[in-house]
């Protein structure tokens, strides 16, 4: 079967750095997205990364390691309108992305 | 820009009812599929298109059917509907597929009673 684990809540102060985590196993890799999704809304691109290593965007970074099956969205100068829910999703070849589960995350004053 | 419309965004279906949700979008993307999300459980692939008259099942087709006769619209419908069709349903586009940024509708929150 194809998965991708990610934590389901992270809880962070605002200013702080945040790491969500995401882990995959799936029949074949493309490349890993990361979206933001916000309560009653639609989910919003962030990152993609097809080869190991850091994407840097703004306040936002990704990571791939495609040896470890493993990657991560870091948010920096975390701000309260960053509380959201976070989904890693895999292309797996034959045009199918696959998402996680999600991870919602709360950003406290 | 209006992106990916996806009508209507409110639905209560009645068990064994049909029904289409409609999806356009005017980027001219050859791609485009269909995801309905479930509270903890994330997005799910439905179904799938390349392009025009291309389609293919994603992770959970049964119950739901769609068709692609232009590159701009991409409906999908639900046969005969079930409680376990509740969801939200998402629609979204991209220029080539899965290493592409996706671009997502505003959503169809179906209700089946």
């Known amino acids: 079967g194809q998965s991708l684990e ?7 102060v605002e200013g702080a750095i945040v790491q969500i985590n995401c882990t995959y196993q ?5 490349g890993l997205s990361w979206y933001q999704q916000h309560d009653g809304g639609a989910p919003t691109f962030l990152s993609y990364n097809a080869l190991d290593g ?6 936002f970074s990704s990571f791939l390691s495609r040896s470890d099956s493993y990657g991560y969205l870091l948010l920096q100068e975390l701000q309260m309108k960053d509380s959201a829910s976070y989904f890693c999703a895999v292309s797996t070849g034959g045009f199918k992305t696959i998402f996680g589960a999600g991870t919602r995350l709360f950003v406290k004053a | 820009n209006a992106g990916v419309t996806q009508t209507p965004k409110f ?3 009645k068990t064994g009812q049909s029904m ?3 999806c356009a979008q005017d980027m001219n993307h050859e791609y485009m599929s269909w995801y309905r999300q479930d509270p903890g ?17 994603g992770e959970v087709p049964n119950g739901y059917n769609v068709s692609r006769s232009t590159t701009e619209d991409f409906p999908l419908r639900l046969l005969s509907a079930a409680p376990s069709q509740t969801s939200v349903y998402f629609c979204a586009s991209s220029p080539t597929g899965g290493n592409t940024e996706a671009f997502f509708g505003q959503g169809t929150r179906l209700t089946v009673v």
């Open chain 1, 26 to 30: 799936t029949s074949g890799f493309y």
């Open chain 2, 41 to 57: 459980m994330g997005l799910r692939l439905i179904h799938y298109s390349v392009g025009a008259g291309i389609t293919d099942q």
């Open chain 1, 54 to 59: 850091l994407e840097e965007t703004g306040r």
């Open chain 2, 11 to 13: 639905q209560v279906l």
């Open chain 2, 20 to 22: 289409t949700l409609q």
């Open chain 1, 6 to 12: 990610q934590p389901s809540e992270v809880t962070a």
